[in-house]
């Protein structure tokens, strides 16, 4: 999508092949609009489910609740099974292009950390943020999610050599505690932060763990 | 509070607001103008110099950021690669207009410190980022091959 940027310093008009890095859609700089819905779901607490007694189901109903988190933008869009990523609420492809590299990192001379640094920074004189984070980098390819189902995602969790290594626990310490996880729920001006808290997503985690780690049909 | 860091190899103090871009410490405190505003939002590479030798877009940098950093801009940019880039620049005369070069170069520069054989695809990773107006993009890249030739 190809969109004007008002080139003030030059006084010139450049043609730019890109929206932001962290939203959907660019305004015109002089007439920034909202960008974000924000849709405020909530995620329902461990207890609810307790009305499934079938322990099997009830493990993957708190899976799906899960998914909520996992399936939203703002964890989705770092995990992709292609070269690059997306962004915003609208998952269109990262401007500018980008790719994962060796390192998860980016490629050399445009690192992630060539624009993101360590904490969201609202821009000057416009509406917006680019998102920020230390480490700042995409999921590697083998934990790349996009366009699987709930269950191929779910059992790709579950399995060690496609989850970093990750024993169930670490998932859960992964879920509940992880800054860059966190991230999604303080993901600055102009992107929806994922349903509930992390500490609720955690609690999740650990009840889909100990009623058996069962996946959705 | 003041922030310390260096810039071109001088140590540089500067009091302003601690989220101020480091863009604008550039320009406007230590008037190093070779640095270009493109569009504040880390979409066109042209505010692009090096941070402890990495690339990094100054317009969305807080000046917070750099206390004990190392900065370098496109006026103190120098080595072999940066001869080599400049050669190759002036020789098959890359510009055109001329704004964005400044962040043509420095992306080009670390590229070549770090790949200094680089392929088509790691120029267009590495330059991916930094946006050209009048579409030179063809002379970046075999200018960038000349240079990786002399280094």
């Not at chain 2, 950093?69 to 690669?81: A, D, P, R, Y």
């Amino acid at each position: 999508m190809r969109h004007l940027f008002i080139f003030t310093a030059a006084a010139a008009l450049l043609t730019a092949c890109g929206d932001t890095a962290s939203t959907g859609t660019l305004e015109t700089v002089s007439t920034p609009a909202p960008r974000v819905q924000v849709s405020g779901e909530t995620l329902a607490a461990p207890a609810s489910f307790n009305s499934i007694t079938n322990e099997s189901e009830r493990s993957a109903a708190l899976f799906d609740e899960m998914f909520k988190v996992i399936g939203h933008p703002r964890c989705m869009n770092c995990h992709p099974r292609e070269g690059s990523i997306t962004q915003g609420d609208d998952m269109t492809p990262h401007q500018p292009m980008i790719v994962r590299g060796e390192d998860t990192f980016g490629a050399p001379a445009m690192e992630c950390s060539t624009c993101h640094g360590s904490e969201n920074v609202s821009y000057v004189g416009m509406e917006g943020s680019i998102p920020g984070h230390a480490p700042w980098h995409v999921a590697p390819l083998e934990m790349g999610w996009q366009g699987l189902s709930v269950r191929e995602i779910c059992e790709q969790l579950k399995d060690e050599d496609r989850n970093g290594g990750r024993t169930l626990e670490d998932l859960h310490e992964h879920n509940a505690e992880d800054g860059l996880v966190g991230w999604g729920w303080n993901p600055g001006e102009g992107r929806e932060p994922a349903p509930g808290t992390q500490a609720e997503f955690g609690a999740l985690t650990q009840a889909w763990i100990d009623t058996g780690a069962v996946c959705p049909a | 509070m003041a922030i310390e860091l260096t810039v071109n190899g001088k140590s540089v103090k500067t009091d302003v607001d601690p989220d101020t871009p480091l863009l604008w410490v550039i320009r406007d405190e230590m008037k190093l103008t070779g640095t270009k505003f493109g569009c504040g939002m880390a979409q066109c590479g042209a505010c692009t110099v090096h941070v402890n030798g990495e690339t990094r877009r100054s317009c969305v940098t807080p000046v917070k950021f750099m206390e004990g950093s190392e900065v370098t801009t496109i006026e103190g940019l120098e080595g072999k690669e940066a001869s080599a880039v400049q050669k190759a620049w002036t020789g098959i005369d890359v510009p055109q207009c001329g704004y964005c070069q400044s962040g043509q170069v420095m992306s080009a520069v670390a590229l070549l410190k770090k790949v200094p054989n680089p392929s088509d695809e790691d120029i267009d990773t590495a330059m991916n980022g930094n946006i050209c107006r009048c579409a030179t993009y063809v002379r970046i890249r075999q200018a960038i091959k000349n240079a990786a030739k002399e280094v």
